[in-house]
């Protein structure tokens, strides 16, 4: 079993449509929780952390349930501009610094 | 953006073969890390540095040797490089070990022949 999962889509969806994308980790130790879009033949960057309490930022919002060990993102209206991989990243704390652990990504293709 | 320059950006190179890909920074950030990524792999982690000469395995580090005697460089070798090395490999830095942020160079895109 991988130690983050996601549904590696695509998602194709409408302008302005709202899409949301989950995510499961194994490791109950994990301590902090990302997620990372990456655009084709680019390297993976920061959307946003993720919050026990939920976040949000403009148009995505982040969801945690460490009961669950479930992340989710919600984006919402979207652009053409948002059509990239997503990645769901779990953080557990190392002997010597983060040791980030990737999913495979979610890729999300937003039509006109 | 992060000051982080991977080279070469692309290579090919025969099967056998001795590859170096270089990661410099201009951060001065303590933590540098390589991954790979491949197709239904997503990234992984195949050796990172606490500190200069302060190195440690990831989770696919057979075939590949590291080594930080700066701050600001680190370096990843295939002593023989073999086909399934063939990937993009990144390289990427961090301030401090507490979660915060990691910054991704761009990618050097390897393949082996």
């Known amino acids: 079993r991988k130690e983050v999962e996601q549904d590696p889509g695509p998602f194709n969806v409408p302008e302005g449509a709202t899409v949301a994308f989950n995510c499961t980790y194994s490791n109950s130790a994990s301590q902090s929780f990302f997620w990372y879009r990456q655009d084709c033949r680019k390297e993976p960057k920061l959307l946003m952390s993720?919050?026990?309490s939920g976040n949000e930022d403009g148009r995505f919002t982040a969801q945690l349930n460490r009961a669950s060990q479930y992340i989710s993102l919600l984006i919402r209206d979207s652009k053409l501009s948002d059509s990239a991989t997503y990645l769901c990243v779990v953080n557990i704390l190392g002997n010597a610094g983060n040791m980030l652990t990737f999913g495979g990504g979610t890729r999300l293709m937003v039509k006109p | 953006d992060a000051g982080i320059t991977q080279s070469p950006r692309h290579k090919v190179t025969e099967t056998g073969t001795p590859v170096t890909l270089r990661c410099h920074q201009t951060e001065n950030h303590r933590y540098m890390y390589w991954y790979r990524q491949d197709p239904g792999h997503g990234l992984r982690l195949i050796h990172y540095s606490y500190g200069v000469k302060d190195t440690d395995k990831g989770e696919v580090s057979d075939g590949y040797s590291v080594s930080r005697s700066k701050t600001e460089d680190f370096l990843l070798t295939l002593e023989s490089a073999t086909s399934s090395q063939t990937s993009v490999y990144f390289c990427?830095?961090?301030?401090?070990?507490?979660?915060?942020?990691?910054?991704f160079g761009e990618g050097s895109w390897l393949t082996v022949v």
């Open positions: 993720v919050y026990s």
């Open positions: 990427a830095i961090s301030e401090s070990s507490s979660g915060n942020t990691i910054y």
